[in-house]
C-alpha cells in the first residue's frame, strides 16, 4: 500500500495509513491524500481503510461499492453518492510478453495456468484490461488496482519527480484535487494502449500481405480468429470506459458553482481534462474499429483472391477441354468397329487426318485467344 499526501506542491509518500484528527471529522492538514492498494491488500485491510476513510472524510464506502472494488470481473461504469462518487475503469496497459488474452486475466490464476490458455498474436496479449476502481471524495482519492499495476507504479514515479524543485521550475504542475489525479491515471492508462498502435498496425499489415498471397497457403486462422474475438472484446471494453467517463462528465455539470474565482477555475480545468481524455478514449475506439475492420477486409479479400485464382483454373481446363473436344470427336468416329470406312484403308488418310487435327488445334486456339480466354494475367 503506498500513501501520498499531496499539498503546497509537495508530494511525500509513506505505507501508514492516515490517523483521523483529533477533534474534527475532516482533515486539518491542507491538501488530500492518496490512498493507492492492491486489491488483495483491499481485501486484507478493509477494516482498517474503512476506519481511515471515516476519520479522514466522514464516511465509509457502502457494502455494495466495496464489492465493486473487489470484483475482479466487472465493466467499467461509474456511481456515485452525497459523499463520494465511485468509478471503475478497465485499464488499457501495455503487459509482459507473458501476458494472458484479453478478458481471461484474472489475479487469482497462478502464473503457470495463465500460459497455458495463451492465444492468439503476441501484439493483442500485451493489452491488459484488468479494472481500477476510484473512489473520489472531497480530500481523499482511494484507488485498487490489480496486482503489480505498472500503472500506478509509474504515475507514482511521475508524481514524486513533478514535486522536485526542477520540475516546479520547468512548469509541472501537481494534481490540485483527488478528481484530478484521478482523470491523470486515468489518461495514463488510456495512452497505455495507444503506444501499441504501431505494434498492431504491423502485426495486421502482416497477416494482410500473408493473406493476399496468390501462391502462399495461410494456415494461422486460429490466430486471425482470436484478434478478431479481442479486437470485438476491446471495442466493448472501450465502450463502456466511454459511457462510464461520460457520465462522470455530466455528474461535473451538476456540482454547484465554486464560491470563489479559483474553484471555478478548477471545476473548468476539471471538465477540460474530463473531455481530454474523452477524446482519447475516442481514438482508442476509433483505432480498434479499424483494425476490426481491417481483419474482416483482410479475411473477404483473401477469399475473394482464392475464388479469382480458382476462376482462373476452371477457365485454362475450359480452354483446354474446348481445344481437345474436336480431336476426341475425331479419334472416336475413326475408331467405330466397321469394317468399310472412308479413306481408312488409304495411304494418305493417316496424314489428312492428322492435318485436319492440327488445323482444328489452330483455329480453336486462335478463336480462344480472340475471346480472350487464354489471354495472360497482369
Given at each position: 500500500?503506498?500513501?501520498?499526501?499531496?499539498?503546497?506542491?509537495?508530494?511525500?509518500?509513506t505505507?501508514?495509513?492516515?490517523?483521523?484528527?483529533?477533534?474534527?471529522?475532516?482533515?486539518?492538514?491542507?491538501?488530500?491524500?492518496?490512498?493507492?492498494?492492491?486489491?488483495?491488500?483491499?481485501?486484507?485491510?478493509?477494516?482498517?481503510?474503512?476506519?481511515?476513510?471515516?476519520?479522514?472524510?466522514?464516511?465509509?464506502?457502502?457494502?455494495?461499492?466495496?464489492?465493486?472494488?473487489?470484483?475482479?470481473?466487472?465493466?467499467s461504469?461509474?456511481?456515485y453518492?452525497?459523499?463520494?462518487?465511485?468509478?471503475?475503469?478497465?485499464?488499457?496497459?501495455?503487459?509482459?510478453?507473458?501476458?494472458?488474452?484479453?478478458?481471461?486475466?484474472?489475479?487469482?490464476?497462478?502464473?503457470?495456468?495463465?500460459?497455458?490458455?495463451?492465444?492468439?498474436?503476441?501484439?493483442?496479449?500485451?493489452?491488459?484490461?484488468?479494472?481500477?476502481a476510484?473512489?473520489?471524495?472531497?480530500?481523499?482519492?482511494?484507488?485498487?488496482?490489480?496486482?503489480?499495476?505498472?500503472?500506478?507504479?509509474?504515475?507514482?514515479?511521475?508524481?514524486l519527480?513533478?514535486s522536485?524543485?526542477?520540475?516546479?521550475?520547468?512548469?509541472?504542475?501537481?494534481?490540485?484535487?483527488?478528481?484530478?489525479l484521478?482523470?491523470?491515471?486515468?489518461?495514463?492508462?488510456?495512452?497505455?494502449?495507444?503506444?501499441?498502435?504501431?505494434?498492431?498496425?504491423?502485426?495486421?499489415d502482416?497477416?494482410?500481405?500473408?493473406?493476399?498471397?496468390?501462391?502462399a497457403?495461410f494456415?494461422?486462422?486460429?490466430?486471425?480468429?482470436?484478434?478478431?474475438l479481442a479486437?470485438?472484446?476491446?471495442?466493448?471494453i472501450?465502450?463502456?470506459?466511454?459511457?462510464?467517463?461520460?457520465?462522470?462528465?455530466?455528474?461535473?455539470?451538476?456540482?454547484?458553482?465554486?464560491?470563489?474565482p479559483?474553484?471555478?477555475?478548477?471545476?473548468?480545468?476539471?471538465?477540460?481534462?474530463?473531455r481530454?481524455v474523452l477524446?482519447?478514449?475516442?481514438?482508442?475506439?476509433?483505432?480498434?474499429?479499424?483494425?476490426?475492420?481491417?481483419?474482416?477486409?483482410?479475411?473477404?479479400?483473401?477469399?475473394?483472391?482464392?475464388?479469382?485464382?480458382?476462376n482462373?483454373?476452371?477457365?485454362?481446363?475450359?480452354?483446354?477441354?474446348?481445344?481437345?473436344?474436336?480431336?476426341?470427336?475425331?479419334?472416336?468416329?475413326?475408331?467405330?468397329?466397321?469394317?468399310?470406312?472412308?479413306i481408312?484403308?488409304?495411304?494418305?488418310?493417316?496424314?489428312?487426318?492428322?492435318g485436319?487435327?492440327?488445323?482444328?488445334?489452330?483455329?480453336?486456339?486462335?478463336?480462344?485467344?480472340?475471346?480472350?480466354?487464354?489471354?495472360?494475367k497482369?
Amino acid at each position: 500500500m503506498r500513501v501520498f499526501h499531496i499539498a503546497a506542491g509537495k508530494v511525500t509518500e509513506t505505507d501508514v495509513l492516515p490517523e483521523a484528527p483529533a477533534s474534527s471529522t475532516t482533515p486539518t492538514t491542507p491538501g488530500f491524500i492518496w490512498i493507492a492498494c492492491t486489491r488483495s491488500e483491499f481485501e486484507a485491510r478493509q477494516a482498517d481503510i474503512q476506519a481511515a476513510l471515516q476519520g479522514l472524510t466522514g464516511t465509509q464506502l457502502v457494502d455494495l461499492h466495496v464489492s465493486d472494488l473487489l470484483n475482479r470481473q466487472l465493466p467499467s461504469h461509474y456511481d456515485y453518492t452525497s459523499q463520494y462518487d465511485i468509478l471503475v475503469f478497465r485499464r488499457l496497459a501495455a503487459r509482459s510478453a507473458d501476458a494472458e488474452p484479453l478478458g481471461l486475466i484474472d489475479e487469482a490464476i497462478p502464473t503457470p495456468l495463465r500460459s497455458k490458455r495463451q492465444s492468439g498474436p503476441p501484439v493483442l496479449r500485451r493489452i491488459d484490461t484488468s479494472p481500477v476502481a476510484f473512489a473520489v471524495f472531497d480530500q481523499v482519492l482511494l484507488t485498487v488496482h490489480p496486482t503489480d499495476c505498472s500503472v500506478r507504479d509509474a504515475y507514482a514515479l511521475k508524481l514524486l519527480n513533478a514535486s522536485s524543485a526542477e520540475s516546479r521550475a520547468a512548469g509541472v504542475k501537481l494534481p490540485t484535487s483527488p478528481a484530478d489525479l484521478m482523470l491523470r491515471v486515468i489518461n495514463l492508462m488510456v495512452d497505455g494502449y495507444l503506444e501499441l498502435r504501431r505494434d498492431l498496425t504491423k502485426q495486421m499489415d502482416h497477416w494482410q500481405s500473408e493473406l493476399l498471397k496468390p501462391s502462399a497457403r495461410f494456415n494461422n486462422w486460429s490466430s486471425v480468429l482470436d484478434a478478431r474475438l479481442a479486437l470485438h472484446h476491446l471495442d466493448e471494453i472501450c465502450e463502456d470506459q466511454r459511457s462510464a467517463l461520460q457520465d462522470w462528465v455530466d455528474s461535473i455539470e451538476t456540482w454547484p458553482e465554486g464560491a470563489t474565482p479559483g474553484l471555478q477555475r478548477e471545476r473548468e480545468l476539471l471538465k477540460v481534462r474530463s473531455r481530454d481524455v474523452l477524446e482519447h478514449i475516442e481514438r482508442v475506439v476509433h483505432h480498434v474499429r479499424r483494425m476490426e475492420q481491417s481483419a474482416e477486409t483482410a479475411v473477404q479479400m483473401h477469399f475473394s483472391v482464392q475464388s479469382n485464382r480458382t476462376n482462373d483454373i476452371m477457365r485454362t481446363l475450359t480452354a483446354l477441354t474446348a481445344i481437345f473436344l474436336p480431336l476426341n470427336l475425331i479419334t472416336g468416329f475413326f475408331g467405330m468397329n466397321f469394317e468399310f470406312m472412308p479413306i481408312i484403308h488409304s495411304f494418305a488418310g493417316f496424314w489428312w487426318t492428322l492435318g485436319c487435327m492440327i488445323f482444328l488445334i489452330v483455329v480453336a486456339v486462335a478463336l480462344l485467344w480472340r475471346k480472350r480466354y487464354l489471354a495472360q494475367k497482369n
